[in-house]
């Protein structure tokens, strides 16, 4: 079982960037995948990148792709989300998720795939 707690997330002016954190606390955090997604008020939740268990894979929503960078250290139990160039629609609450399987050569896209959720931060983007 994993427990997730993001961070990193606040108010932002256009075109500024924020790095949002994960931590992981559990024994099988570096056998799964990891992802992050987002929901906005009255929005479905949407996948925003997903990252192998190894690392060696990544997959990022096309209107993230390269605005956002997602990164993890098995080492320490953590997943980053780089956001650069934010938008106005980028505002959402953010949430990092755990795979519900392990060893995936890609990482999932879709929110019922992931098993494990953080409590989400928020991250507002003014104009």
């Known amino acids: 079982q994993l427990q997730l707690v993001e961070s990193g997330g606040g108010l932002v002016q256009a075109g500024g960037s924020l790095r949002l954190s994960c931590a992981a606390s559990?024994?099988?955090?570096?056998?799964?995948?990891m992802g992050w997604f987002r929901q906005a008020p009255g929005e479905e939740r949407e996948f925003v990148a997903g990252i192998t268990y190894s690392g060696t894979s990544t997959s990022y929503a096309d209107s993230m792709k390269g605005r956002f960078t997602i990164s993890r250290d098995n080492a320490k139990n953590t997943v980053t989300l780089q956001m650069n160039s934010l938008k106005p629609e980028d505002t959402a609450r953010y949430y990092c998720?755990?795979?519900?399987?392990?060893?995936?050569?890609?990482?999932?896209?879709?929110?019922?795939?992931?098993?494990?959720w953080g409590q989400g931060t928020q991250v507002t983007v003014s104009s």
């Open positions: 998720a755990a795979d519900r399987g392990s060893g995936r050569s890609r990482p999932p896209v879709v929110a019922t795939s992931y098993a494990y």
């Open positions: 559990g024994r099988t955090f570096s056998s799964v995948a």
